[in-house]
């Protein structure tokens, strides 16, 4: 594959000009004026404009209840991972900053396609700022740029009053970077090994002398070759926010992103390693079945508004529009073994070659009521939305018209073994939409001064039409999902540090896969139930929590066969159980020293009552601290590891239990810059990072140096 510079470079530049226009013209008021001083922007505050910048300083996100609630009063299991910890750990993708949250397995088994999974359960939904439609097949296509987010929020659990649909496994929510009340920015310049060369700028500005409009622009361009051979990643992402005050009640935010990322020979599928005698092969890190001319170019665009208007002092009505649009042309190569394994001399695979160009647009809108009222003689919290949402999908694929024998070599092979086909027509090989109607309520109520409870529903109507959205061959003619799932929860302050929580929710996911005579599974339902104990420690800036937690999946898709005529995998409906603990602490033990530890341990069994999806870590644990150096208090230094029990797939890999241990160190040059340097597996530690799908190898030791830089 060859980039074409030129046509990148203007569609990067056009989204810039379009961010900037958007900018200017909230900006054009007040460049007519000289620039104020903080002072003079303080004491021009007029009282009716100090909605908008308040609230600024004190965001919160609504969790997993759509209440305001903090981490430690939602009766569920929530994680974050802030902006400093992606930059300390030099997590600028999302797998890798994933990989960093309590009780979520990051799948990476392809280049540019991942499952997330908890307890035991794929994660089938991820959101920006609360809104999001599932993700098909639970997968996920190309990786986020974190530098657009302030932090990433893992709700983990069943949560139908958050999503709508899912499954007991949880929610990842993206949460966006938002407009401060101080002008200013970063620039980060970054190299690294396997020839990394990353740009990220993010600068804010207040737009006007009162402080009720500000916008802040993010940018980040990522260039980098891999340790897999050949592999060559490039990503762009572009950020433009506006929010300001609209009369004295309304605040309003306008905001759009785009990102392309081209990745050239990219592995579809993984390795294959078992032998006939179930021993596994052995391959350098940087094997690789891709060959030379294939690429998979991912690119999406996303513009929302949201209006918020108070009522009164306890009520306020937001209305929120998310529109998605998301494009995909691949060139692929397939290389699989029909017996599952490798002959002795490491031949026998097969080579499949794939092209294909597809299309997902997707419209989310919300309206919601949210505020406190009184009953009994005490104050209550309570929020009430209708949810609509569309989705639609179309791929289109390529004929092959000729191509070189199936037949590979024996691997490892090079990436000019097979050459590119000669491609025909393009054809529609599915197509599709989905409608969601939701309507979900809440309330916390106050039951005494200690005990609080929560209760809540959430309603669907979920319909989908097409020719197979997920692939298989199968028209669906408005197959219809209509279900209600309740919420309640119970919360208990033992003491002013401790609080004890229970609660249960159930939610439903319409399901994508296919039985062996074809048909999809009916819909899968998920509940959930857990107890736990949540505490501060040191003043509140230490919080620790247990949670016993039980999930279930009913008439959830497993595997059951696979037709080798027709290449397809096919699968029946099974009751699967997990249940487990998890334990976490985040927080500071000093105002230099920061510490977060997650531990989960789960149990995943089957119908039978016997063990199922053996490639689920069982136990996982992931640590990571750091501190500034005393003795000079210029340097702070950290590191991390994270662990997990053996894993393998039937007839297929295995991998045993292995850490993998991160470092950091950041140096102040001065006030204003900053020079970090990332060690990423310390130790290069050999391992492979999954066995669900085939194998693939995790990264060996590598290294990377940042400048920051305040503007």
């Known amino acids: 594959m060859t980039y074409s510079p030129s046509i990148y470079a203007h569609t990067r530049n056009a989204v810039a000009l379009a961010a900037l226009t958007a900018l200017g013209t909230a900006h054009a008021q007040a460049v007519a004026q000289p620039e104020p001083t903080l002072a003079a922007q303080q004491a021009e505050v007029s009282p009716e404009k100090v909605e908008i910048t308040a609230k600024r300083e004190r965001r919160v996100s609504k969790g997993a209840t759509n209440l305001a609630l903090t981490i430690k009063e939602t009766p569920q299991s929530i994680s974050t991972i802030d902006q400093q910890t992606l930059r300390d750990f030099g997590a600028s993708g999302s797998n890798d900053a994933l990989r960093l949250g309590t009780g979520l397995t990051v799948d990476e088994w392809e280049t540019n396609r991942t499952n997330y999974s908890a307890r035991g359960f794929d994660v089938m939904l991820t959101q920006v700022d609360g809104l999001g439609m599932t993700n098909e097949w639970g997968l996920v296509e190309g990786q986020q740029d974190t530098y657009l987010f302030e932090s990433i929020e893992l709700v983990r659990g069943a949560n139908g009053l958050l999503t709508g649909v899912g499954n007991a496994s949880g929610t990842i929510n993206y949460i966006r970077k938002r407009p401060t009340n101080k002008d200013g920015g970063e620039l980060i310049a970054t190299a690294g090994s396997n020839g990394l060369g990353r740009l990220a700028i993010d600068y804010n500005k207040v737009l006007t002398t009162d402080g009720a409009w500000a916008g802040r622009l993010v940018a980040a361009f990522e260039d980098k070759d891999s340790y897999l051979r050949a592999l060559h990643d490039r990503r762009g992402t572009l950020y433009g926010v506006v929010e300001g005050q609209i009369g004295d009640n309304g605040t309003l935010t306008l905001g759009f992103s785009h990102q392309d990322g081209r990745q050239k020979s990219p592995m579809w599928g993984s390795l294959t390693l078992p032998y006939a005698d179930g021993t596994l092969a052995e391959f350098d890190v940087s094997a690789s079945t891709s060959q030379d001319w294939t690429y998979w170019n991912v690119r999406s665009t996303n513009l929302f508004a949201e ?13 929120t529009y998310s529109h998605n649009q998301g494009t995909t042309a691949t060139k692929l190569f397939y290389a699989y073994s029909l ?26 809108l919300n309206l919601n009521l949210s505020g406190r009222f009184k009953a009994f003689g005490r104050q209550h919290d309570a929020v009430i939305g209708l949810t609509q949402s569309r989705q639609t999908s179309v791929t289109d694929t390529y004929a092959v018209t000729s191509a070189p024998s199936a037949v590979l070599p024996a691997f490892p092979y090079a990436g000019d073994v097979y050459a590119e086909p000669v491609w025909g027509d393009k054809s529609v090989a599915s197509d599709g939409n989905q409608r969601l109607t939701r309507f979900y309520a809440a309330t916390r109520l106050s039951l005494t001064d200690r005990l609080k409870a929560i209760a809540g529903l959430n309603a669907i109507s979920l319909k989908r039409d097409g020719t197979s959205i997920y692939g298989g061959g199968v028209n669906l003619d408005n197959e219809t999902t209509e279900k209600v799932s309740p919420y309640a929860g119970l919360t208990y302050e033992l003491t002013p540090a401790t609080l004890v929580y229970a609660s249960y929710s159930d939610i439903f996911q319409a399901q994508d896969q296919r039985d062996v005579n074809g048909a999809f599974l009916a819909p899968m339902k998920g509940l959930n139930a857990e107890a736990g104990v949540k505490t501060d420690w040191l003043g509140g800036q230490l919080l620790t929590s247990l949670a016993v937690f039980t999930g279930t999946q009913k008439g959830l898709a497993t595997i059951d066969g696979f037709d080798p005529v027709a290449q397809d995998t096919y699968y029946a409906p099974k009751d699967v159980k997990s249940r487990g603990f998890e334990i976490e602490a985040t927080g500071r033990l000093s105002a230099d020293t920061r510490l977060t530890a997650g531990f989960t341990s789960l149990q995943l069994t089957g119908p039978d009552g016997n063990d199922i999806y053996e490639w689920v870590p069982r136990r996982t644990l992931k640590l990571r601290a750091d501190t500034r150096v005393a003795m000079l208090p210029q340097l702070r230094v950290g590191g991390g590891v994270r662990w997990q029990s053996g894993i393998s797939k ?6 045993g239990a292995y850490a993998v241990a991160d470092a950091y160190a950041a140096y102040a040059l001065n006030e204003a810059a900053t020079l970090r340097v990332n060690v990423n597996n310390l130790f290069d530690q050999k391992y492979l990072r999954t066995v669900q799908y085939g194998a693939i190898y995790g990264a060996p030791r590598t290294a990377s140096i940042s400048l920051e830089h305040k503007l």
Do not use: F, I
């Open 650 to 655: 039937n007839a297929g890999a295995s991998q």
């Open 307 to 319: 209006y918020t208007h108070s009522l009164s002092p306890d009520w306020e009505a937001k209305l």
């Open 339 to 364: 017996t599952g394994h490798l002959n002795a001399d490491n031949t026998g695979l097969s080579a499949w070659p794939y092209r294909s160009e597809g299309e997902t647009r997707s419209n989310v």
